[in-house]
């Protein structure tokens, strides 16, 4: 599967769906990553996610891979773009990881 067939704003959930539909083991390259993150964050342009970003992401994730990601990385970074399409800024969602976390830890 090429994340580029498919509708950059897919709901998450449909999105998992899909992405349980490949087999274990399935890695996304980084340029495909970020075009597909890119259509998600502005689906009405063409502007670019650029290194800094897609990296800051990736670390407040923390995501350890380089250059090519899991399905579970894939979800982690649109979970992110998700948040910052509508406008939230990263103390917020610092600020959930965070909440998420603790509430694991609690259980």
């Known amino acids: 599967m090429r994340l580029s067939e498919l509708d950059p704003l897919i709901p998450l959930n449909d999105l998992r769906e899909e992405l349980l539909k490949l087999p274990k083991g399935y890695l996304f390259y980084e ?21 800094t970003t897609f990296w800051r992401w990736r670390n407040d ?3 350890e891979r380089q250059k090519v990601f899991s ?18 800024t990263r103390n917020e969602y610092l600020s959930i990881m965070k909440q998420k ?3 694991a830890f609690n259980r």
């Open 31 to 51: 340029e495909e990553l970020v075009n597909f993150l890119s259509r998600r964050r502005w689906p009405e342009s063409d502007r670019r996610i650029d290194r």
């Open 71 to 88: 399905r579970l990385d894939l979800l982690k970074l649109c979970r992110i773009c998700d948040h910052y399409r509508v406008d939230g």
């Open 101 to 103: 976390k603790e509430l």
């Open 61 to 63: 994730n923390g995501i």
